[in-house]
């Protein structure tokens, strides 16, 4: 089996910064592309940042020039570094990585993490 555990989420005062982290464990050949989710209330699940295995990113027009997507491949880890955090921020977050096992890829998700931020 594959999981997807995240971490690095909490409360944050509008302005401040938090780093989330989503670590692949289990039976895992090669992942290629890896992403965040977010989801606020009341609102439909929305990409924020994706990096493939090469390393090329994409972002959401929402979070250019605030978020960072990375990876470490050698520790089947993704970070998504927030930096200038806004109330609009505020979701759960959810990692996505699409994940090749023996010779077929399979799309495994996180089970959230919170994070809130005051204005």
């Known amino acids: 089996q594959v999981q997807l555990v995240e971490s690095g989420g909490g409360l944050v005062q509008a302005g401040g910064s938090l780093r989330l982290s989503c670590a692949a464990s289990g039976s895992i050949f090669s992942i290629n592309a890896m992403g965040w989710y977010r989801q606020a209330p009341g609102k439909q699940r929305e990409s924020v940042a994706s990096?493939?295995?090469?390393?090329?990113?994409n972002y959401a027009t929402s979070v250019k020039g605030r978020f960072t997507i990375s990876r470490d491949n050698a520790k089947n880890t993704v970070y998504l570094q927030m930096n200038s955090l806004k109330p609009e921020d505020t979701a759960v977050y959810y990692c996505?990585?699409?994940?090749?096992?023996?010779?077929?890829?399979?799309?495994?998700w996180g089970q959230g993490t919170q994070v809130t931020v005051s204005s």
């Open positions: 990096i493939t295995s090469g390393g090329s990113t």
């Open positions: 996505n990585a699409e994940i090749v096992r023996t010779v077929i890829a399979y799309n495994y």
